[in-house]
Nanobody, 121 residues
Framework: QVQLVESGGGLVQPGGSLRLSCAASGSIASISGMGWYRQAPGKLRELVAIISSGGRTNYADSVKARFAVSRDNSKNLVYLQMNSLEPGDTAVYYC???????????????WGQGTQVTVSS
């Protein structure tokens, strides 16, 4: 079974920084895209940042100047460095990845359980 596990969330003051990590484990032949989504109370889940296997990135406009997504392909890890955090960044952050469990199988979407990020003074 493939699992994604996030870590690094917590409470931080406005202007502070956090680094989220997501580790993929289990039966993994290949990982295509990896990324981060977030969902605040009463709002839809939205894309924060994604990174392809080749290192191409996309960001939501609201975080582009402040966040950076990266990955370590050899360790099946994806990171989200969050700087200059604002109260509007408060949400549950979810890791997402498209994973092929064997070279003969299709790619499937997997989601982590989420990690809470709260930005408040």
């Amino acid at each position: 079974q493939v699992q994604l596990v996030e870590s690094g969330g917590g409470l931080v003051q406005p202007g502070g920084s956090l680094r989220l990590s997501c580790a993929a484990s289990g039966s993994i032949a290949s990982i295509s895209g990896m990324g981060w989504y977030r969902q605040a109370p009463g709002k839809l889940r939205e894309l924060v940042a994604i990174i392809s296997s080749g290192g191409r990135t996309n960001y939501a406009d609201s975080v582009k100047a402040r966040f950076a997504v990266s990955r370590d392909n050899s360790k099946n890890l994806v990171y989200l460095q969050m700087n200059s955090l604002e109260p509007g960044d408060t949400a549950v952050y979810y890791c997402n990845a498209q994973i092929q469990e064997s070279r003969y199988s299709s790619y499937n979407d997997y989601w982590g359980q989420g990690t809470q990020v709260t930005v408040s003074s």
